[in-house]
């Protein structure tokens, strides 16, 4: 199965990446992930991605492109992928559909975790307050939210006209989205 998750930083889009890659025995793809590797590990892509990565600004979409066509031909992702913080933008979700055609594949399922965005910003504070992860800052927060929703409508329209999105209600328990999850994959 191969599955994109959309949603904002603090939507709890990375724990229930896990928990599914857990439940559906696919890796879990995540391009911030990857980048954070390739910054560190000093790859070609990396270091022509490391300024950006930096200010959590969003690299080019040939790098990300590139990235991800890398992580996708490792022998792990033939049997499915769940994908996080890919696609981003309209051209991203363009991108990724001549990825797969190449590769003779498509898109089954693309799920968006539904998070008011007063709900995001205090989860991030706590999360803040507790971790100091720099991305959790309310200031980067607001403008990376904003930023998520000027971009996200065009990529919601593009995957629902094709009939593959469902949108997931993400207030609740962790456990309880995932079961919402798991039933819309199972419809
Ligand atoms: P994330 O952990 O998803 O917030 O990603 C961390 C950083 O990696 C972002 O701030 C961007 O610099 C870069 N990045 C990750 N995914 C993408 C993407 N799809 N397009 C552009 N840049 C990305």
Redesign the pocket.
């Known amino acids: 199965m191969r599955l994109v998750l959309l949603g904002p930083?603090g939507s709890g889009k990375g724990t229930q990446a896990k928990m599914l890659r857990s439940e559906l025995g696919i890796p879990h793809i995540?391009?911030?992930?990857l980048?954070?590797a390739a910054v560190s590990a000093g790859t070609e892509i990396g270091l022509a991605?490391q300024a950006?990565?930096a200010k959590?600004?969003?690299?080019s979409d040939d790098l990300?492109a590139a990235l991800l066509a890398q992580r996708l031909a490792e022998p792990d992702a033939a049997k499915g992928y769940i994908l996080d913080?890919?696609?981003?933008t309209l051209s991203?979700a363009l991108a990724l559909d001549t990825l797969l055609e190449a590769a003779d594949q498509t898109l089954d399922r693309v799920i968006e975790l539904i998070v008011p965005d007063d709900v995001v910003l205090a989860r991030c504070e706590i999360r803040f307050t507790a971790q100091h992860r720099p991305?959790d800052d309310p200031a980067v927060v607001r403008e990376r939210l904003r930023i998520y929703r000027t971009q996200i409508p065009p990529i919601v329209e593009l995957y629902s006209g094709r009939g593959i999105l469902t949108e997931i209600d993400g207030i609740g328990e962790a456990a309880e989205i995932l079961h919402r999850i798991l039933a819309a994959l199972s419809r």
Do not use: K
């Open positions: 930083n995540s391009t911030g992930e980048f954070r991605a950006m990565v959590g600004e969003l690299v990300v913080g890919y696609p981003r991203q991305d």
